[in-house]
């Protein structure tokens, strides 16, 4: 006796990127904002400003006084989420030092970030994957225990230079995907 068995007709999020934001247009840089050391009295300072070349640029001095040394931008928090991804996809080009990827899966202001660290190739457009199930739960910096990171409940996108890179940084943004 033959079976029928139902297909899957619409794609799912593996099977095709799914773009959260590109930041090919001024508007497209509307949703984020600034959120440096100095919420705990450091005096670090960022931007997230677009460039007419049509990418988004992630800039500003990372300082170690006053106990500070991290620079961040993320994203207003809105649904992003996609039920089913298992990578983050950036296109970005660096200056050579390592920036982190912040995904959150709530609306609040200080909560659980769930991070990977990237590196990002000074001067070149370079594609960098980063595997969702490799995400480790951190709030304030700091490792904590958490469920894993769920793709479907993502609310905010974030970037981050902290690790004691002291000095001027620049971080060049195409898009960010999920897949």
Same mark, same amino acid.
């Given at each position: 006796?033959?079976?029928?068995?139902?297909?899957?007709?619409?794609?799912?999020?593996?099977?095709?990127?799914?773009?959260?934001?590109?930041?090919?247009?001024?508007?497209?840089?509307?949703?984020?904002?600034?959120?440096?050391?100095?919420?705990?009295?450091?005096?670090?300072?960022?931007?997230?400003?677009?460039?007419?070349?049509?990418?988004? @640029?992630?800039? =500003?001095?990372? !300082?170690?006084?006053?106990?500070?040394?991290?620079? !961040?931008?993320?994203?207003?928090?809105?649904?992003?989420?996609?039920?089913?991804?298992?990578?983050?996809?950036?296109?970005?080009?660096?200056?050579? /030092?390592?920036? /982190?990827?912040?995904?959150? *899966?709530?609306?609040?202001?200080?909560?659980?970030?769930?991070?990977?660290?990237?590196?990002?190739?000074? =001067?070149?457009? *370079?594609? @960098?994957?980063?595997?969702?199930?490799?995400?480790?739960?951190?709030?304030? =910096?700091?490792? @904590?225990?958490?469920?894993?990171?769920?793709?479907?409940?993502? *609310?905010?996108?974030?970037?981050?230079?902290?690790?004691?890179?002291?000095?001027?940084?620049?971080?060049?943004?195409?898009?960010?995907?999920?897949?």
């Amino acid at each position: 006796m033959a079976r029928s068995y139902r297909i899957r007709t619409t794609p799912c999020a593996t099977d095709m990127p799914h773009p959260l934001y590109r930041f090919d247009t001024p508007d497209a840089i509307l949703d984020w904002g600034p959120v440096d050391d100095v919420v705990m009295g450091g005096v670090s300072r960022s931007t997230f400003r677009h460039d007419p070349d049509g990418h988004a @640029v992630f800039e =500003g001095v990372v !300082s170690l006084e006053r106990n500070g040394g991290f620079a !961040s931008v993320r994203s207003r928090p809105r649904a992003l989420g996609v039920a089913g991804a298992s990578a983050c996809v950036l296109e970005v080009r660096g200056d050579g /030092k390592w920036y /982190k990827l912040n995904l959150r *899966t709530d609306a609040l202001y200080d909560g659980v970030n769930y991070q990977l660290p990237f590196e990002a190739p000074a =001067g070149v457009w *370079t594609t @960098v994957r980063l595997d969702l199930a490799r995400f480790a739960a951190t709030f304030r =910096g700091r490792v @904590v225990d958490a469920p894993p990171l769920d793709p479907a409940r993502l *609310t905010q996108v974030g970037l981050v230079i902290s690790d004691r890179q002291a000095g001027p940084f620049r971080l060049d943004a195409r898009a960010i995907s999920l897949e």
